[in-house]
């Protein structure tokens, strides 16, 4: 057998495989010092490790099994993976609306070939009424590959090109639009295109997957579903993050683009609303409003798009004991715009001072914001902030660090006036400040104590 067989693996992996006679996509049991499991040898990618052996178990997870711990391994068939997905034409009904599916990276939805092991990508409307058949209950869809990028890889080009096709499709009348993206900042891209795409007459949705379709707990079907029924069916015209709510498959939540965060690495209600509450509350059947203070869909086509966007702006947390130097770097290279996410009511130390004169000296724009997240900059309490205002340093009440970075960089892209941009940066344009945060905004349990156990046993299922 040649390498060709044993995709992606290398090393002592490579050598235990070819040990054995086990290539890839071989339907095999391995005998470990751990103990026996049984599945499907799947590929690796070329950067991965050579220590281990991926093995997609008969539950659907996949493990890594270490070679070094693998004693014998016995083959019981081969699968040869099949890629593609039977296409099943998406049915048309005038009845129902328009929709468009936007894909910037990433898996909008896929498939789990049992047969092989694979796990198909699907998105082309056939290939998604493939995999999702109820989303044609909902709507008629159409899908755009605009890019094929993982989320970290968003930026500046991406946001642009994305708010300027949501334009287009908005012109020609459709009724909704979702955009796929991964999760890990798919909170950045809401904001922006919450500045970007102003007044639209219609709901855009953003929505990701915590967990992959292969896995038996993924949320890529229905959160696909959720979102395409916001954005079909929803009054509310606005950019929003439609992901779970709870932890369970009962119901997603639309977020606001501008005041969402993720807030965890795995799970899938990942996405909060922070200092405020959800827009909505959405299931296969039902959209429930949870608010009523957002914009509404309109029969119009109008809309505006302004992608201004100057890239020369950085987010700092400051940390105890942090150097000017950290400060000066972003001077010295011709920084526009800092965001600072500083401590309590919005502080840095005092050895920063030098670099914050020189900032405001050299016309930079630096904006304070919470590294708490939730609650309000609060620089007229101690002589610390006040003398940071001195030094030019500008609060931005309780607007999140992320959302403060891109609309600075958005702001500072339409002017370089610098009371033009704090104007800019003042006006409320998606809710990304709030005039207060309401008592239920800012909920977070402490697990353990004896009330907080007790009123979770009353609702966990």
Known sequence: MNNSEYKGYRGIALDTLKQFGAPVWSDVTIQTHQGEFTGIILPRSETADEYHIVLKL????NIGIAAKNITCITVTGRKEAHYKIPEKEFPYDPKKPRVKLFGTGGTIASRLDYRTGAVIPAFSPGELYGSVPELADLCNLETEKLYGVFSENMGPEQWKGTAEAIGREIEKGVQGIVIGHGTDTMHHTAAILSFMVQNSPVPIVMVGSQRSSDRPSSDAALNLMHSVKAAAESDIAEVMVCMFGPTSDEYGLLHRGTRVRKMHSSYRSTFRTIGDIPLAMVSRTAIRPLRTD???????????????????????????????????????????????????????????????KRAKDKGIAVYMTVQTLWGYVQMYVYDTGRDMMELGVVPMANMLPEVAYVKLGWALGQTSDLDEVKKIMY???????????????????????????????KIRK
Do not use: W
């Open 58 to 61: 008969r539950s659907g997870y």
């Open 294 to 356: 957002y914009k509404r869909r309109r029969n119009d086509k109008n809309v505006i798009i302004n992608t201004a966007f100057e890239e020369m702006v950085s987010i700092v947390y400051y940390y105890p004991n942090m150097r000017a130097d950290i400060l000066d770097s972003l001077i010295d290279n011709g920084y526009k715009g800092i965001v600072i996410a500083g401590t309590g009511l919005g502080h840095v130390n005092k050895p920063l001072y030098p670099a914050l």
């Open 427 to 457: 006006t409320p344009i998606a809710g990304e400040i709030t005039e207060r945060e309401l008592s239920n905004g800012y909920l977070i349990f402490q697990g353990g104590i004896p009330e907080v156990e007790e009123f979770i046993s």
